[in-house]
């Protein structure tokens, strides 16, 4: 086997459908090519749909949502393939990107992972790679000085944006919509941290790649439209919520205690000062009132979330 696909599912039917099809559309006969789908417990009537429409599809149905490190994790144990593509459910696959990134793997033996160049759905660019988090860069980030006089120096920014993502080029780690592991080096680091719900868990497989030699790429010659947050829409502020914990177990877990809970001082001190200045933002810019509600909501979720959240063990 070729190639080994792994889609988490979570209340995504007609997403899940249209990454489907994309998925099979350019795949000559003969590509030896196996598909995964783990169903969180979705209510919308996916694993019927996948039953339905999709025979080939092997499907796996949870009956809680176990999230995304466990249920990629279950698809990775059952997979055969010399390579794995970790793919999210509101990606639609593009001409043959599948197999040029292969091709792209195959002539890079040192690549333990890679990710191809992702575009929203009216066809510009969709920023995907980045550096490990820091202090300094969540500082800039948040305060919104990467769009500043830090905008062209690389080392600054978390988001890679300074550049026009049109050659290879070797970053920390890609975003996890598509990812594609080459599967010894899977056996070389291990599973995704099921410790991680949700989000970072690339961060954290590709910060384990790379502390044992391998590479991570990212590949311009394979597209793919990702339609960017439609697969956590209905997460809401969870969404949010669960994004911190995320980073905060990954500082947790690289950068130990200190730095972990420096990091959250810094990100109740910079919400109640977005949160201080969101009505004079709001005056500025015009911004609609449901826009403030939602700003304010968003820091507050911040707060809460840093306060209650108990020591990551």
């Given at each position: 086997?070729k190639?080994?696909v792994i889609?988490?599912?979570?209340?995504?039917?007609?997403l899940?459908?249209?990454?489907?099809?994309?998925?099979?559309?350019?795949?000559?006969?003969?590509?030896?090519?196996e598909?995964f789908?783990?169903?969180?417990d979705?209510s919308?009537?996916?694993?019927?749909?996948?039953?339905?429409?999709?025979?080939?599809v092997?499907?796996i149905?949870?009956?809680?949502?176990?999230?995304?490190?466990?249920?990629n994790?279950?698809g990775?144990?059952?997979?055969?393939?010399?390579y794995?593509?970790?793919?999210?459910?509101?990606?639609i696959?593009?001409?043959?990107?599948l197999?040029?990134?292969?091709?792209?793997?195959e002539?890079?033996?040192?690549?333990?992972?890679?990710?191809?160049?992702?575009?929203?759905?009216?066809g510009?660019?969709?920023?995907?790679?980045?550096?490990?988090?820091?202090?300094?860069?969540?500082?800039?980030?948040?305060?919104?000085?990467?769009q500043t006089?830090?905008?062209?120096?690389?080392?600054?920014?978390?988001?890679?944006?300074?550049w026009?993502?049109?050659k290879?080029?070797e970053?920390?780690?890609?975003?996890?919509?598509?990812l594609?592991?080459?599967?010894?080096?899977?056996?070389?680091?291990?599973?995704?941290?099921?410790?991680?719900?949700m989000?970072?868990?690339?961060?954290?497989?590709?910060?384990?790649?790379?502390?044992?030699?391998w590479?991570v790429?990212?590949?311009?010659?394979?597209?793919?439209?990702?339609?960017?947050?439609?697969?956590s829409n209905?997460?809401?502020?969870?969404?949010?919520?669960?994004?911190?914990?995320?980073?905060?177990l990954?500082?947790?877990?690289?950068?130990?205690?200190?730095?972990?809970?420096?990091?959250?001082v810094l990100?109740?001190?910079?919400?109640?000062?977005?949160?201080?200045?969101s009505?004079?933002?709001?005056?500025?810019?015009?911004?609609?009132?449901?826009?403030?509600?939602?700003?304010?909501?968003i820091?507050l979720?911040?707060?809460?979330?840093?306060?209650t959240?108990?020591s990551?063990?």
């Open positions: 086997m190639l080994s889609i988490v599912n979570w209340n995504t039917k007609s899940l459908e249209q990454c489907l099809r994309s998925v099979f559309f350019y795949i000559t006969q003969n590509f030896p090519l598909v789908v783990v169903d969180n979705s919308d009537g996916s694993p019927g749909m996948v039953k339905e429409k999709f025979l080939a092997k499907l149905e949870n009956r809680e949502n176990l999230g995304f490190a466990q249920a994790n279950q990775i144990v059952k997979s055969s393939g010399k794995v593509l970790l793919l999210n459910s509101d990606v696959v593009l001409n043959k990107a197999e040029k990134t292969i091709t792209f793997l002539n890079h033996p040192d690549a333990g992972a890679v990710g191809c160049k992702l575009l929203n759905q009216d510009t660019l969709q920023h995907s790679c980045y550096n490990f988090g820091s202090l300094t860069r969540s500082v800039i980030s948040s305060l919104g000085l990467d006089i830090f905008r062209n120096i690389s080392k600054f920014q978390r988001l890679l944006k300074n026009n993502h049109d290879v080029r970053v920390d780690y890609v975003r996890g919509a598509f594609m592991l080459r599967k010894k080096s899977i056996e070389d680091v291990g599973l995704l941290d099921e410790r991680f719900f989000y970072a868990e690339e961060a954290d497989v590709c910060y384990r790649l790379k502390k044992v030699g590479k790429y990212f590949f311009p010659g394979a597209e793919v439209i990702h339609l960017r947050g439609r697969s209905s997460m809401g502020l969870r969404a949010e919520s669960q994004r911190l914990l995320s980073r905060i990954f500082f947790r877990k690289w950068h130990g205690l200190l730095y972990c809970s420096i990091h959250r990100i109740v001190t910079l919400a109640l000062l977005r949160m201080a200045l009505p004079f933002k709001s005056l500025v810019h015009s911004s609609d009132f449901y826009s403030f509600k939602q700003e304010i909501k820091q979720v911040k707060i809460m979330t840093m306060l959240l108990k990551q063990g």
